[in-house]
């Protein structure tokens, strides 16, 4: 397969599921700006943080729900927006366009000039309606590829490329958050309840599935374990990463080599096995949170080289 | 006279029409219109990739489908095959001719000047033998019928003539639509034109390629309006659909990224033009391009088809000349007939066409698609008073001939069959062997009495039937 | 008499280069009064072969590199016998029709004025008037470094009354093309003084064609036909055509370009070396 083709479907996916995770990421924003002393803790910010976004800030004082939707969902200016994400998506998916099946265009096709000349104030009123569309385009998406789509190593790249960016969206949400996950010893600053730790699980779509595993109690160290170890939830990192080290398999077997993204996998893949059983926090949650974050940008340039991206 | 291809002077249903004909009455006209509905939303089907390809979400507009086949007899076509293997073989000819001793010009039949200092004409080719001699492999000629035994050439297209695809999915839309129409085996099948591309593209692989050639169609990319016939005819021919940035150049070779590492190419189906080809070669402001390939291609490590200057042959000023062409390098009589020009660039030429300007179709040396063209019987006297103007400040640029009586065929009108004037256009590919399918591109104009088919102008595109009898 | 030269380009990109393309014409041709001994072609210390011949039978070579670079070295050198053939240049292939020749290009297109200078040219036949023609450029268009660009035409060069050779070789070839006689830019080596100099640049002159003699160099810069001074490297219709290195980079931000060719007498000694080795 030409290397532009597999790079565009990694890319592609990468970008949308950028905008999905970033869709979840406004719902968080939302449910934490309500909750008691939202104002002081200056929760807007952290969701700019979790994007890499602060520095779109730039007008100083704490950060409103307004800034963040013209940051995250409508600046065409801001790579990292919805919006942008929605039109790179599109630009990679055109052309490579013989490579996907009807139904996968028509999904992106239809989305990516939503939010074109959309205004802040209209954003904002409209935000969980829009937070919805595009998680469901998303959906279409995936859809569309998972019964259409030949199982080329197209497919592989693409599957790649879309758990790649959902485990980093989850470790740069841990990333940013992860002192409300402390035992509470270490408590940093203070003001923490279980309203900061579902806020999380809700980012992640989580709650129901977290439930269903740990019962009706919250934990730090059982959301962390959830959100990192677990290989059932497919917002895990763990779940990310076996579905990266399964199609990198395939991509080995197909052209017989293996490369040195796939010892990379394997790397990340024990780093959260050793962490199982609340191991994870003796070895540091944080620590543990930015060293998957360095392995999985290293996997991620690793690939493109491998590759001949 | 216009000559009407479905039927006799007076009135009776030509022979080879007579299944058309057959149809029509079977199906009656409501029938044929609500088949037409049902042919357009398929084409819709299909249509949504030409139309996705439109950036800005605006869908181009579908080129018309026309639901009559246009018809033409075993014998009929078989004039017609030997005239368009004539004519390709000789402008080919003239092309090695030109880029090599330029036999016809010492012998004073084509002005030198026309060449030499042709625009389309590139230095750099002198003296380069491309594989088999070829520089031109699909040669699609514009030709118009006048008569029952009249078949004259509007034009030649020796670069990368556009359209084949629509031949194929026109005759693919038909039989999916009326299998009835084709189980008598009547009419010759053109669905192996991609398979005899590919043989033709393979044949003249580089002498030094010892294995099965690797061919690829290199495109401009997405945003071209042809990117639906380009991914087309890759994927019908299995071969991969490369823009420059998947090629590089390394020790003369050409190589396409993969993601198994570098994969070696020995023959390129290009259907970009020559000046965005390389930059380091043709057009040193444009970055677009494959740094080298013409350095490659000169070292005999890749085949570019068509050759780079091949444009040459399909000049409008070098039009005039091809029946001169065919006599010089076939010794033979062409067998389809140029239609008489008057160049604007010579003394006796201008003086003629701007005193007769409004009965004449005037048009530009480099232009096409049917833009900057005067119909002069068609135009007000201010229009033919302001291309008189044009042409006298820039006569070497102009081209003018008679207005022609084209042939016209059926067409599905609004309530009634309508007789609507057509051209046509065949492909004829040139390998080591010359191979030409049964069929091409019909364009009819849709309104009554236009003579511009082109679909850019409101032109439609039909099925073509050559029968087998 | 024998030349020694070392010429050397140097291209630095302040981010490096993902792809460098080069396209080289660095490869004096073997000719009559001509003879290259030793000649070598460099990129980055790696020796460059494979130079064929292009349509104009000066030798070509592509040069490829993928990997991240941030500055290419071009190195050709080597030394090279010449013999003064009173401005005839001949012994290559000749299979490019004259008329050709003919083509003006953009960077040549006469204007009105450069057509009424062309014809102020007097003379007899087709070479006093190109000399005329080669002593009224030297004296129109005064030498002055800076004045023009890369992108400057003959018929601004004319209208500036300024210039360097590359203004000069541009109006010949321009004015001798308007009077219809076949004319191409070649861009080649000069020692101007004896003893040998360092330059900035390569060198630009003008070839013509004479029915009867063949091609002759013309430097209007100088204002003389070419001598045992010069090697010849390539030549093309303008400048673009014949330029010696051509090349394409990928990825690269702030080239900054810097040539330097020396050119000298060679030595008795190296003379010497040379001749054993034969």
Not at chain 2, 131 to 137: D, Q
Request: charged share 20%.
């Amino acid at each position: 397969m030409l290397s532009r083709t597999a790079a565009n479907l990694f890319w592609m996916a990468r970008h949308l599921e950028r905008a999905e995770s970033t869709a979840r990421l406004l719902t968080m924003g939302q449910r934490m700006a309500v909750l008691p002393g939202s104002a002081y803790r200056d929760e807007w910010r952290s969701v700019l943080r979790v994007t890499g976004c602060e520095p779109f800030h730039t007008k100083g004082g704490p950060v409103t729900e307004e800034d963040v939707v013209r940051i995250l969902l409508l600046d065409p200016e801001n790579p990292a927006s919805i919006h942008s994400c929605l039109v790179r998506a599109r630009a990679n998916g055109r052309s490579v366009r013989t490579k996907l099946t009807q139904e996968m265009w028509e999904a992106l096709n239809l989305s990516w000039r939503r939010f074109d000349g959309y205004g802040l104030s209209e954003a904002c009123q409209e935000l969980p309606a829009l937070i919805d569309w595009v998680k469901t385009r998303a959906s279409v998406f995936r859809g569309a590829a998972e019964t259409g789509m030949l199982r080329h190593e197209g497919h592989d790249f693409m599957r790649i490329g879309g758990a790649i960016e959902r485990a980093q969206m989850t470790l740069r949400l841990l990333d940013v958050k992860y002192y409300v996950l402390l035992p509470e010893t270490d408590v940093v600053g203070g003001g923490r309840d279980h309203y900061q730790w579902t806020s999380v699980l809700h980012a992640l779509s989580g709650i129901r599935a977290y439930h269903h595993v740990y019962g009706g109690v919250y934990s730090p160290a059982h959301i962390s374990d959830f959100l990192m170890v677990n290989r059932a939830f497919p917002r895990s990192v763990a779940y990310c990463v076996d579905q990266m080290r399964w199609h990198l398999e395939r991509l080995a077997l197909e052209h017989g080599v293996l490369a040195t993204c796939h010892k990379t996998v394997d790397e990340v893949f024990e780093l959260l096995l050793d962490g199982q059983d609340g191991a994870i926090f003796q070895r540091g949650l944080h620590e543990t949170v930015q060293q998957c974050l360095k392995l999985t940008n290293r996997m991620a340039n690793e690939i493109a080289e491998s590759y001949y991206f | 006279m216009t000559f009407s291809e479905m039927h006799e002077q007076d009135g009776a249903i030509r022979s080879c029409y007579a299944e058309v004909k057959r149809w029509i009455d079977e199906t009656g006209i409501d029938g044929l219109k609500g088949r037409m509905e049902e042919a357009e939303a398929i084409f819709r089907r299909i249509g949504i990739t030409f139309a996705v390809y439109g950036e800005g979400g605006d869908p181009e507009r579908l080129i018309p489908f026309d639901l009559l086949p246009r018809v033409f007899s075993r014998l009929e076509w078989e004039r017609l095959d030997q005239g368009i293997r004539q004519r390709a073989q000789a402008l080919n000819a003239f092309l090695y001719d030109a880029y090599h001793r330029g036999e016809i010009l010492r012998a004073g039949l084509i002005p030198q000047d026309l060449v030499y200092q042709n625009e389309a004409f590139r230095p750099e080719m002198i003296g380069f033998d491309p594989p088999g001699r070829v520089y031109s492999h699909i040669v699609g000629i514009d030709i118009v019928r006048t008569g029952p035994d009249k078949f004259e050439v509007l034009e030649d297209n020796c670069r990368t003539p556009s359209g084949v695809s629509y031949m194929l999915e026109n005759r693919e839309i038909m039989t999916r639509m009326f299998p009835g129409l084709f189980s008598k085996g009547l009419v010759t099948p053109v669905d192996n034109y991609p398979a005899l591309l590919l043989r033709t593209l393979k044949e003249v692989a580089p002498p030094a390629c010892k294995r099965d050639p690797v061919v690829v169609l290199l495109t401009p990319g997405s945003l071209n309006s042809a990117y639906y016939e380009h991914s087309f005819l890759a994927d019908l021919m299995g071969i991969e659909l490369v823009e420059p940035v998947d090629l590089f150049v390394d020790n003369d070779r050409v190589w396409m990224k993969t993601t198994a590492g570098p994969r070696a190419v020995d023959v390129i189906y290009r259907r970009i033009d020559d000046d965005y080809l390389d930059p380091l070669a043709f057009r040193p402001d444009s970055l677009l391009g494959v740094p080298g390939l013409f350095h490659a291609y000169r070292a005999g490590g890749v085949t570019l088809c068509s050759a780079p200057g091949a444009g040459l042959a399909d000049d409008k000023a070098i039009y005039v000349y091809v029946p001169e062409m065919i006599r010089f390098y076939l010794g033979e009589e062409p067998i389809l007939s140029n239609i008489p020009t008057w160049q604007c660039g010579t003394e006796a030429g201008l003086a003629y066409v701007l005193e007769h300007l409004g009965e004449l179709v005037a048009k530009e040396v480099h232009g096409s698609g049917g833009y900057g063209m005067l119909i002069g019987p068609q135009a007000s006297p201010e229009a033919v008073a302001a291309y008189a103007d044009r042409i006298r400040a820039n006569p070497g640029g102009f081209i003018a001939q008679p207005t022609l009586a084209l042939s016209t065929v059926p067409t599905l009108g609004v309530s009634t069959v309508v007789q609507r004037h057509a051209d046509f256009r065949p492909f004829c590919l040139v390998g080591k062997q010359m191979r030409l399918v049964a069929g091409g591109l019909t364009r009819v104009a849709l309104t009554e009495g236009s003579l511009v088919v082109n679909s850019s102008q409101g032109g439609g595109v039909k099925d073509t039937w050559v029968l087998r009898d | 008499m024998e030349l020694t030269v070392r010429h050397q380009t140097t291209y630095r990109y302040e981010t490096p280069a993902s792809q460098v393309a080069l396209l080289l014409r660095l490869q004096p041709a073997l000719l009559d009064g001509q003879i290259p001994h030793q000649w070598a072609v460099t990129v980055n210390g790696v020796a460059v072969q494979n130079f064929r011949p292009n349509a104009f039978g000066d030798g070509e070579a592509f040069h490829h590199q993928r990997a991240a670079v941030d500055e290419v070295l071009i190195v050709a050198s080597g030394r090279v016998e010449t013999r003064d053939q009173h401005g005839v240049v001949s012994g290559f292939r000749q299979d490019v029709p004259l008329r050709v020749f003919l083509r003006q290009t953009r960077l040549t297109h006469p204007d009105a004025a450069v057509m009424a200078f062309a014809h102020s040219a007097g003379g007899e036949d087709n070479l006093s008037r190109l000399h005329a023609l080669s002593a009224l450029v030297g004296n129109v268009v005064g030498y002055s470094a800076g004045s023009t660009s890369a992108a400057s035409t003959a018929a601004e060069a004319l209208a500036q009354g300024k210039g360097v050779c590359q203004d000069h070789a541009h109006l010949f070839v321009s004015a001798a093309r308007t009077l219809g006689i076949p004319a191409r830019y070649v861009v080649g080596y000069l020692m101007a003084q004896e003893g040998g100099q360092a330059l900035r640049e390569t060198h630009a002159w003008s070839e013509a064609w004479v029915d009867g003699l063949g091609w002759i160099g013309f430097d209007s810069t100088n204002g003389l036909c070419v001598t045992d001074h010069y090697v010849r490297l390539c030549c093309g219709l303008d400048a673009h055509d014949a330029a010696p290195v051509r090349g394409s980079v990928v990825g690269a931000t702030a080239i900054t370009i810097r040539a330097d060719v020396m050119i000298s007498e060679t030595e008795p000694n190296a003379a010497q070396q040379t001749q054993q080795q034969q």
